[in-house]
């Protein structure tokens, strides 16, 4: 491993009943993606508060990427639908105060998804890193 | 402070192949918190446990991080170990590195890097952690089934003989729902009286069941194992106890020219009345709407032909107060109505009728016992078409009909037509159709045999107007397969009618704080592994509330809603999920944002005193949590502004920690 | 006392910013001015007040103190305060100047704010003499003469020069690196300008104001008065007011978790906020009535008590045009008795 | 320029209270300056005579108000409500912030309320008057004796030049005509926003925060701002802060903001309105209420009291959140 080589650090909100299985499938299947990516596990996508997106980013994150259940899939019938929106407004808003667009996503991976998974952590990682360290949305306190 | 012991697990080599195990414990040993780290083979194994089971005693340990594999693998093993030793076992957090380090990475140093990480961000969430204990509620051992069709009285009875009473509410007068109304059933053609009528005797003798009919459900409260519900039965102005159903008077009552219901108006009845020979409670109902006696005090022939002197015109509506366990929901199916549909004239000519009204021209209790007569001039139709698909599977955007499939029509179509070609074989039977969809067991053989066998003519293409000339109705279709238009001269129409929920369902469902799709039918707590519960705990789906469905699948359906009802009644108290969510009352605006986006109604407002700034005392809204309804998704946790809602075991300032952690 | 032609005024900056860096009133593109780092391309805006006070240079809105550093379970404690570097700021109105020594007096007596002292130290205030003020000014009652400004070094701008007169050893200093491109002047022009001021302050719609009514002794009186509920009823409880003040000078001190350590700020705070002074048990004024009658007690009986009749009020309008519900001191002063008139 | 007279709203006011149908009114206070307009309880017809004011600088939402000033009342507040006003109004009874039976509402009409800081960038410093005269403004001050007639298009406040209603939505009676539902251009700054590349809008908005000095008081004037606890005053909720230590704080806290109204935020403008720093903080607000007319259908907050606000809502076919930008560039 080269010592000063840039390697963005990625938070992935993934949650209990689909996308945190995901993860662990894709670990079965012995799936390769970056160790750059964290996951924090949360019971549904819809607990991720846009609070913990920023924290994430002001704490030192390149980039945030938060996983559920597929659409009609939420083990709470509706929580994925609420992310949905909130996650689309936030994204929105993010952009349009001139944070890269591509340092948020939100994507559903089901627990039968391993595959899709670890696709998702290293196109996600890949895009991450090319956009480079995260400037517009940092706290520089956090990065002494 | 916690005392936190950190147990790393090398799994053989699953883990320590790819991570510095030792290096992990090592690292942790310096967190906040910790006061003792180890790490160990087989962490799950008896001897891994006793290592945190004397871990635990030896150092007094307030909180536990297992280094190991997926939570989703022994997140409740370790739970356990803790409770053996002592400690709350939501102590416990769990850091994934195996499934989402040692063997998704292959470079040691990459693994051990990202082990510790993973590991303190367990630890700065344990360092939160509260001991968390699951709340109790009793069961009551009673349920409730709404609507008395088929599903309802299925379900009723697997409940009732598994031991547990059970009431049926019905808003008509008798139970039966639109299976009564039936005559015959695909694909076995027996007649639908003679496989429902014994299962309704046997709902009216059974010990633990007690049936409300004529009677609404007007409220519902509490939640699972302890619901409250008002039944409204409404005033049948007849002595259900006493009557004896002779008959004598429907027989002797002077209004005779009442539409009646179970032959959808096709003939009529009295203003007192017994629905049909079977009907259970087989007692008279007295038609308020339709009684002289009642609107204007004259007449009181009835009262005086009953000789058991059931009648009883001063009888009112009657309110009951009763407590559940668990409530079902069977509240069935309408046709829709063909208002709309002005091109199939079916308001323009009697003789176009609907697939229902088919079945009780058919049926040999129906207005014309049994003989295939037009409405019109009781003449035997020579050519009959049978229209499908009518407001089923439409375009979102048309402003009539039900974008989803009806499911039955395809297979009761084929049943009308094999039936009128068995009976009537000098009668020509076209139908009309989309598609033809026949799954399930002998469907696809029944409908072959209507066309193969009975010579039923199956054209694909949509009928596009019907008008009534002389006699006749002049169908005009297209022919797809030999792409033509067909002129047809018609004695009689059939339209497949598509069916919707009932409209007491959606009333029902905002009392039940049940979820409902766009379409009013119910929604499942999940549309694959929880077909039959619905999100809100302790409601059941019994039948077509859910979705359209066939008489067999009806019947699983309600067995299948029986056997959860079951599942919960014999429990003596229902022990619910620690992790839920909790409002901090002091902070709660009661906005109802919360409210709005729980998917199982678990959030309801009581108005409550608080002292104010100023020293005096001020009344506000404030969200309460059912701890036995949530089911801990978060969804308030992030609708809530203010931060008063938070949820237990991913409290927010833990989640942030876990952030923080992770970033560090 | 020398002069610069205004058209010369850019050489001047130049010269300044030469030997120390150099602030002046520049626009904030929306609207108003703001203090702003001289160099090529920044313009000097003749404003009346820049929106936020220049008491932010030596009492920043935030600064950090110290430093705790976290390894493993060590904890290091780094000082990290440094002397300031030299600056100047020109264009301060005479209320503004007025401010500073409210603001020593709180931040200069024992114990000395080491972070306040350096700043102060190293700054030199070039002031600058009202010609225009506004229907919000009310200095006079507070006894400033805007145009007699003081500073470091009084400054007057007329139609074509700009008048530099050095008030203390350290205007005196700056005065001497500037002499080359200045020039020697007697002061008649400035005393006709002054005059002409004069002329239109006796025109203020504020002039009456008075202060006889507040000052030491008047607590009890004033604290129990039953005017405060009126006056605070439609308190939004927001700190505009505190923010745009020339002399507010609370802070509250807080620790940032940098995730590897924590750092030790200070930030403003209001008296306004429902969390000001928040102690164990909460704010100790709890309603937003206590919190209002705190800041203008403070400001017209508490603080002349402590210091000599000094008033920490300077007149300079700001929260009178500031204020979302148009709630300011002169209207708490007009209703307490302070006008002459009535 | 008001189409209605203090005159009328006055009496009104006073025979209400003097009626017994309201025990207190809610209105705008005479200040110091003809401008500076303070809200305020009255509770005597003298008092409503004497002090009561009603001119073009009556912007202040009273709906806000309703929550603290109903809280321990004996009979009715009367409110006198601007048609933007009447949408925060039925934000607030939506979301149960008070008791619609302790508030008595009188619509009246606006015809744009006027921002005193345009005024001066025209006349200058020293205004002693500025009175409503024909189609304008005439503005005296003690530099000028000859008064200075502004064009009222010169002076009203952004949100006034783009007012998206002249109707109200809530009331109990009504002074004066009716409005309407106004096409306004409100989201033209936006999309010119959104026109701009992303570094440009970085910059942008870098310029404009960086003014913010955290007094808080879009917050605290805001109608959909009525936490009983903001997560920004609250040490638990992981997000206090109470500076503008750098720009993180400062995007953190406008963000936060404006998505906690998201959905709720009925464009009123008073948070522009009140800024010390002039920073367009409606842009923020009609970014979102933009996004959601854009994604999930026109939705105007306060339109209806029970609505259901899009953030708690959904629907099966929303848009997913990565083609959120295809739909904004196809727009």
Same mark, same amino acid.
């Given at each position: ?144 | ?664 | ?342 | ?118 005024? @001066?960038? &025209? ?6 008057? %500025? +009175? !409503? =005269?024909?189609?304008?403004? *005439? ?89 009983? @606890?903001? &997560? ?6 992981? %997000? +206090? !802060? =109470?500076?503008?230590?750098? *720009? ?84």
């Amino acid at each position: 491993m080269q010592v000063n080589e840039y390697r963005p650090l990625i938070v992935a909100f993934c949650c209990n009943w689909c996308s945190y299985a995901g993860a662990d499938l894709a670990g079965n299947n012995r799936l390769n993606y970056p160790a750059d990516v964290k996951i924090i596990r949360v019971p549904c996508s819809c607990r991720v508060n846009p609070m913990f997106i920023l924290r994430a980013f002001q704490r030192g994150a390149d980039g945030v990427i938060i996983c559920g259940c597929h659409p009609g899939d939420c083990h709470y019938t509706s929580g994925n639908y609420y992310t949905r929106r909130r996650m689309a407004l936030l994204f929105s808003m993010l952009d349009y105060l001139g944070i890269e667009r591509e340092r948020t996503r939100l994507e559903w991976v089901s627990a039968a998804e391993g595959a899709k998974f670890a696709a998702t952590m290293n196109d996600f990682a890949e895009t991450v890193a090319a956009l480079g360290e995260n400037k517009r949305l940092e706290d520089l306190r956090c990065k002494k | 402070m916690q005392r936190i012991g950190v147990f790393v697990c090398w799994c053989g080599t699953n883990i320590a192949g790819t991570v510095d195990v030792a290096a992990v414990s090592e690292a942790l040993k310096s967190e906040p918190g910790v006061v003792f780290s180890t790490n160990y083979q087989y962490m799950c194994s008896q001897a891994g446990q006793d290592i945190i089971k004397d871990a635990v005693k030896e150092h007094n340990l307030t909180g536990i991080v297992v280094c190991s594999c997926s939570p989703r693998m022994h997140e409740a093993t370790f739970r356990k170990t803790a409770a053996a030793a002592g400690l709350n076992p939501y102590m416990v957090e769990i850091a994934n590195i195996r499934e989402q380090c040692s063997w998704v990475h292959k470079d040691m140093l990459t693994g051990t890097e990202k082990a510790i990480i993973l590991g303190k961000a367990a630890v700065a969430k344990v360092n939160l952690n509260t001991p968390l204990t699951p709340g109790e509620s009793p069961v009551t051992k009673r349920a409730l089934v709404i609507g008395g069709g088929i599903a309802g009285i299925q379900t009723a009875l697997d409940i009732a003989d598994a031991g547990f009473p059970v009431d049926i509410v019905e808003k008509n007068p008798t139970i039966g729902g639109k299976m009564a109304q039936l005559d015959k059933t695909f694909p076995t053609l027996d007649c639908a009286a003679c496989i429902l009528t014994p299962k309704m005797v046997d709902v009216a003798q059974h010990e633990n069941i007690r049936i409300f009919s004529y009677s609404e459900v007007e409220e519902i409260g509490g939640f699972v194992g302890n619901f409250d519900v008002k039944i409204k039965k409404k005033a049948r102005f007849v002595k259900e106890d006493i009557c004896t159903g002779c008959g004598a008077c429907v027989e002797k009552c002077p209004m005779k020219k009442i539409p009646n219901e179970f032959n959808l108006g096709m003939d009529n009845r009295r203003a007192v009345y017994i629905p049909f020979a079977q009907a259970v409670p087989k007692v008279a109902t007295i038609d308020p709407s339709a009684c002289n006696m009642l609107k204007s005090g004259k007449c009181g022939i009835c009262s005086k032909v009953c000789t058991a002197g059931a009648i009883d015109y001063k009888q009112k509506d009657e309110l009951i107060e009763e407590k559940y366990g668990a409530i079902v929901v069977a509240t069935g199916f309408n046709p829709i109505s063909m208002d709309k549909f002005d091109e199939f004239a079916y308001n323009q000519s009697r003789d176009v009728i609907t697939s229902l009204e088919f079945e009780r021209l058919t049926n040999a209790a129906g207005p014309t016992q049994g003989k295939l007569l037009r409405p019109s001039d009781l003449e035997h139709p020579h050519t009959i078409v049978f229209v499908q698909c009518v407001g089923s599977r439409c375009d979102a955007c048309a402003e009539k009909g039900k974008e989803y499939c009806s499911k039955i029509c395809c297979m009761y179509t084929a049943k009308h037509a094999m039936l009128v070609r068995d009976k009537y074989p000098d009668t020509e039977v076209y139908v009309f159709y989309i598609d033809v969809r026949t799954p399930g067991k002998n469907f696809d053989e029944f409908y072959r045999r209507a066309v193969e066998e009975y010579g039923v003519r199956y054209i694909k293409g949509m009928v596009g107007k019907i008008t009534p000339e002389g006699d006749k109705l002049k169908v005009q279709a297209s022919d797809l397969l030999a792409d033509k238009q067909l002129h047809i001269d018609a004695d009689l129409v059939v339209l497949a009618a598509a069916i919707e929920p009932d409209k007491t369902a959606r009333p029902l469902a905002t009392m039940l704080t049940a979820s409902m799709d766009t379409n009013d039918f119910f929604t499942e707590a999940h549309p694959k592994l929880r077909p039959v519960e619905s999100p809100t705990a302790g409601v059941f789906l019994s039948g077509t509330c859910q979705g359209p469905k066939d008489i067999p699948e009806t019947v699983s359906q309600a067995s299948a809603a029986a056997a959860k009802v079951i599942g919960l009644l014999v429990k003596d108290k229902l022990t619910g999920n620690p992790c839920i969510a909790s409002p901090n009352e002091l902070m709660c605006n009661g906005c109802s944002s919360c409210e709005r986006v729980c998917p199982y109604g678990a959030i309801t407002y009581i108005d409550k005193e608080f002292p104010q700034p100023d020293r005096t005392v001020a009344v506000r809204r404030v969200a309460q949590v059912n701890p036995a309804v949530c089911q801990g998704c978060g969804a308030c946790t992030v609708a809530c502004m203010s931060g008063a809602m938070d949820l237990r075991g991913f409290m927010s300032s833990q989640i942030i920690a876990e952030v923080d952690a992770i970033c560090k | 006392m020398r002069r610069i032609s205004l058209y010369s005024l850019d050489s001047l900056f130049g010269e300044i910013s030469k030997s120390m860096t150099l602030y002046i009133p520049a626009s904030d593109n929306a609207g108003g001015a703001v203090y702003t780092k001289y160099e090529d391309g920044v313009e000097y805006l003749n404003t009346l007040n820049t929106v936020k006070s220049p008491k932010n240079f030596f009492f920043p809105h935030t600064e950090d103190l110290m430093e705790f550093k976290l390894q493993g379970k060590n904890i290091d404690i780094l000082d990290i305060r440094q002397e300031s570097e030299d600056f100047a700021v020109f264009g301060v109105r005479g209320c503004d100047v007025k401010s500073f020594d409210i603001l020593d007096r709180v931040f200069l007596s024992d114990p000395v704010d080491s972070y306040y002292a350096t700043r102060r130290e190293h700054g030199v205030i070039i002031s600058l003499a009202c010609t225009k003020p506004s229907e919000t000014c009310f200095c006079t009652t507070f006894g400033i003469d805007p145009t007699e400004p003081m500073g470091d070094i009084s400054a007057w701008m007329t139609e074509s020069h700009l008048y530099l007169q050095p008030v203390t050893e350290k205007g005196k200093a700056l005065m001497s690196k500037i002499e080359h491109i200045t020039e020697a002047c007697d002061d008649s022009e400035v005393l006709a300008q002054k005059d002409k001021t004069k002329n239109i302050l006796s025109k203020l719609p504020l002039k009456d104001l008075s202060t006889d009514a507040f000052g030491s002794g008047k607590t009890k009186e004033l604290f129990d008065s039953p005017q405060w509920a009126e006056l605070s009823q439609s308190c939004l409880g927001c700190g505009t007011c505190t923010f745009v003040c020339p002399t507010c000078q609370c802070y509250d001190i807080k620790d940032f978790n940098t995730g590897s350590g924590v750092i030790r700020y200070r930030c403003w705070d209001s008296c306004m906020f429902s969390e000001f002074t928040k102690m164990a048990h909460g704010n100790p004024r709890l309603t937003q009535t206590e919190r209002f009658r705190q800041r203008f007690m403070h400001k017209l009986v508490y603080y002349p008590e402590n210091n000599d009749g000094l008033f920490s009020c300077v007149g300079c309008g700001r929260c009178l045009s500031k204020c979302p519900i148009s709630m300011n001191i002169v209207k708490v002063m007009k209703s307490l008795g302070g006008d002459k008139n009535e | 320029m008001q189409k209605i007279t203090r005159d009328q709203i006055v009496s009104k006011a006073v025979s209400l209270l003097q009626d017994g149908t309201v025990s207190a009114v809610l209105g705008w206070r005479q200040g110091e300056f003809c401008y500076d307009v303070t809200p305020s309880v009255f509770n005597t017809a003298e008092d409503i005579e004497a002090n009561f004011v009603w001119n073009d600088f009556c912007g202040a939402n009273f709906s806000k108000y309703l929550v603290s000033k109903t809280k321990n009342i004996d009979g009715k507040l009367l409110v006198f409500l601007k048609p933007c006003d009447t949408y925060s109004f039925n934000q607030l009874l939506t979301e149960h912030r008070f008791n619609r039976e302790s508030v008595y509402v009188v619509g009246i009409p606006c015809e744009g309320m006027v921002d005193i800081s345009k005024v @001066k960038a &025209v006349s200058g410093e020293g205004i002693v008057c %500025a +009175e !409503s =005269k024909g189609a304008g403004l *005439s503005v005296t001050t003690i530099y000028d004796e000859n008064p200075k007639e502004i064009p009222y298009a010169e002076v009203l406040s952004e949100r006034c030049l783009n007012c998206k209603s002249k109707k109200h939505v809530a009331y109990d009676e009504l002074l004066g005509d009716e409005g309407e539902v106004i096409d306004s251009a409100r989201f033209d700054e936006v999309e010119k926003l959104e026109s701009m590349t992303s570094e440009e809008r970085f910059a942008f908005w870098q310029g404009e925060l960086s003014r913010c000095i955290r007094c808080n008081a879009c917050r605290d004037v805001c109608p959909a701002c009525t936490c009983e @606890k903001c &997560v920004f005053d609250n040490p638990n909720s992981g %997000a +206090e !802060s =109470k500076a503008p230590t750098n *720009s993180f704080e400062e995007q953190m806290f406008h963000v936060i903001r404006a998505f906690h109204v998201a959905g709720r935020c009925t464009d009123c403008g008073e948070c522009s309105r009140v800024c010390p720093q002039n920073i367009p903080l409606h842009l923020l607000n009609r970014k979102f209420i933009k996004d959601i007319n854009s994604f999930y259908g026109d939705y105007q907050a306060g339109a209806e009291v029970g609505m259901r606000a899009p953030l708690v809502d959904y629907d099966l076919g929303d848009l997913e959140a990565c083609d959120v930008f295809e739909r904004r560039d196809s727009e």
